[in-house]
């Protein structure tokens, strides 16, 4: 592509992800973000918890005066406490839906645009109530975000057998959980990332053709999903290069141009489409998010 990538998407990246030590709600968020605001590459941010008040406003502060679009994560607030949105004990999903509601708070001190969450682990003899307990706490979720404003509800597709081994799940559930919350609530919608999609046994168009009209939000994530002696296995999200990783720059052109062929990526849309990358080891946080920068600019060249 000869014209720049911002007139297509705003390109963001997971501060909580780049920058580990903050996924708990804690630590050098403030600077982080800051790092992040600074760099004119970045026209999105995606932020987690921040559990000091004052850090907050601060980091709200921050991303605002520079511009930035935010969107707001809650992922850390169940990976990281074991919650579960799709519980079937019923004290345990109201828990998870709590803290999901604190997110949705924070979400809107932030300025977020969007709420990111993910479904829980469940057994396979009773999916069927685990879908049904998912469906009735999004749909809570969404009416809460709408009843403040015009956050919208994102769900992430995860893996459901390979690592956090979450409901949804493969595409086709996705697109039928999607279809049954859109119907009523229009603030909802579906996130895919690049990574997932190698651990969900699904190529690029398998996962997105069936819910495209659901998807608005998209990251770009490299794994190493081969075998589990392997350094990096897992949702690890390793830099792009990374030994034995499955995704590299031909992988993000080709997840490039077919969120580009169903409208996504557009000048009308615009979309936050976000780096997903994380230091492994003693690496510096500050050159995995140059090697990001370098695989998406040589794979928005070759788009």
């Known amino acids: 592509m000869i014209e720049s990538m911002k007139k297509y ?25 800051k790092k992040i605001a600074n760099d004119d590459y970045f026209d999105a941010i995606e932020l987690t918890w ?10 709200a502060d921050a991303v605002k005066t520079a511009g930035l679009t935010v969107g707001y994560g809650c992922q850390p607030r169940h990976l990281t406490t074991g919650l579960n949105i799709n519980s079937l004990d019923e004290k345990v999903r109201l828990e998870a839906l709590a ?19 993910l479904s829980g682990k469940y057994e396979e003899s009773k999916k069927e109530e685990a879908f049904a307990a998912l469906v ?32 949804i799940g493969p595409a086709s559930l996705a697109k039928r959980f999607a ?26 168009e398998e996962a997105i053709l ?17 075998d589990p002696t392997m350094e990096g296995y897992g ?3 390793p830099r792009f290069g990374f030994p034995n990783g499955v995704i590299g720059v031909n992988e993000i052109v080709h997840f490039l141009r077919v969120l580009m062929d169903i409208g996504f990526i557009s000048e009308a849309n615009r979309p936050i489409v976000s780096f997903e990358v994380k230091p492994w080891g003693d690496e510096d946080p500050d050159l995995v998010v140059a ?11 070759k788009l």
């Open 50 to 59: 921040i559990k000091d008040k004052d850090t907050r406003k601060q980091v």
């Open 210 to 226: 069936p819910i495209k009209e659901y998807i608005v939000h998209a990251h770009i994530a490299n794994c190493v999903v081969e």
């Open 99 to 117: 803290s999901l509601k604190e997110g949705v708070d924070e979400a809107y001190e932030l300025g977020a645009v969007g709420c990111a969450f």
């Open 179 to 204: 279809q049954e919350i859109r119907a009523e609530y229009d603030n909802f919608g579906l996130m895919v990332d690049l990574s997932h999609i190698a651990q969900l046994h699904e190529t690029v």
């Open 291 to 301: 090697n990001a920068k370098r695989a998406l600019n040589l794979a928005w060249a």
């Open 9 to 33: 998407m705003k390109v963001g990246i997971v501060n909580f992800m780049a920058y580990p030590t903050t996924i708990k709600g804690e630590g050098s968020i403030l600077e982080s973000a």
């Open 136 to 167: 009735k706490s999004t749909k809570e979720l969404c009416a809460y975000a709408k009843s403040k404003g015009d956050l919208k509800i994102i769900l992430e597709v995860f893996d459901y057998d390979f690592d956090k081994k979450s409901l």
């Open 235 to 237: 949702d690890l999200h």
